[in-house]
């Protein structure tokens, strides 16, 4: 199983500068490759300075690849339908080959409206412009020049220089959210993310059900890939780690009620009561994995079982209040003495 973190680059906006908060970061993700660390997946975050400096991670993603050896450098995810999608293969294609072919494409839609109006983008097209954006990507990756005629951008033998390392071109891996997303991205054969937020761990198996049947109806070998975004917190023991990730998790959830009030996904939008309401031992329960290396080894072990997932992506800071040097301690008890159970 893939070892990942998802990292959104923090920033405490009273007491961090932003130089202050890449300067952190970029160490934090040396320390988690000479910890074993598999991958590092860069979060998009727009118009949220309280939250975090990582608007860019494409660049991010270069400094990463310049700054580091082994492991591999994920985009979690880059929001298709704000980018120019010939500029787009170009930046990724210099990370792949800086990278020595150690990029993967993670590609979403966001569910944060914010985004869209702070770039001048209708949300209502962001289906239409993420899947044209992937076709031209792929075709830019793969062929000498291209031309293409859609909706939004129109290219006549366009050239994406350079080419990228990875041939045919990076892996790329879609998130899913709404209902209706599973399926599809089953019948096209791509590899899954998903995450938990207002809904559960266990409710994650209809939706998973629903891609892996897509993917082996359209005749895709293997099973279809699924990686997990998943809040967790490690500590000695489990008093400890509960104690620690506490306060985070639920101002975690506190600012979650005001994304669910305005998301356009309709499912997100019915579970908003419960998220207003919820208690630390309901988000303990069925959305995060809290505890010391043996409990969060035996809970990932039970959802590899129940849910079949190939990764997960380590949140280890959902509300960003967890300190860092405890952070990054649940991150070495995570590489040290929960990943070699795994293979």
């Given amino acids: 199983m893939e070892f990942g973190w998802y990292h959104e680059f923090h920033r405490q906006v009273d007491r961090q500068s932003d130089a202050d908060a890449f300067a952190v970061a970029l160490q934090q993700v040396a320390d988690a490759e000479s910890w074993g660390l598999d991958a590092i997946w860069l979060a998009e975050i727009h118009q949220q300075a309280a939250r975090s400096v990582l608007s860019a991670p494409l660049t991010v993603a270069s400094a990463i690849a310049a700054r580091t050896s082994r492991i591999k450098i994920g985009t979690g995810v880059q929001v298709l339908p704000l980018c120019h999608p010939l500029r787009l293969a170009e930046e990724t294609a210099t990370i792949d080959q800086i990278s020595r072919g150690r990029l993967l494409l993670g590609a979403g839609r966001s569910g944060n409206p914010r985004s869209y109006a702070a770039y001048g983008v209708p949300y209502a097209e962001s289906r239409e412009r993420f899947y044209e954006t992937l076709d031209i990507l792929k075709l830019a990756w793969t062929q000498p020049s291209f031309s293409y005629a859609g909706k939004f951008h129109s290219f006549n033998e366009a050239r994406a220089v350079p080419r990228p390392y990875q041939q ?119 959305k995060v994995v809290v505890g010391s290396p043996e409990r969060v080894t035996d809970r990932l072990l039970q959802l590899q079982e129940e849910l079949g997932i190939d990764g997960i992506l380590a949140e280890l800071n959902f509300g960003s209040r967890i300190a860092p040097q405890q952070m990054m301690q649940s991150l070495r008890l995570l590489c040290e003495r929960v990943r070699p159970h795994f293979t």
């Fill in 168 to 286: 045919p071109h990076p892996p790329i891996r879609i998130a899913g959210a709404s209902e209706d997303t599973f399926p599809l991205l089953g019948a096209l054969g791509y590899p899954l993310f998903v995450a938990v937020r207002s809904g559960s761990l266990s409710a994650l198996a209809p939706d998973l059900t629903a891609y892996r049947e897509a993917y082996a109806a359209a005749g895709h070998s293997g099973k279809g890939e699924v990686y997990l975004r998943l809040s967790l917190h490690l500590g000695e023991n489990d008093a400890q780690a509960r104690e620690e990730a506490e306060p985070s998790m639920m101002e975690g959830y506190r600012s979650l009620t005001t994304r669910l009030e305005g998301s356009p996904n309709a499912r997100r939008r019915a579970e908003l009561e419960t998220v207003r309401t919820i208690t630390y031992e309901q988000v303990l329960r069925d």
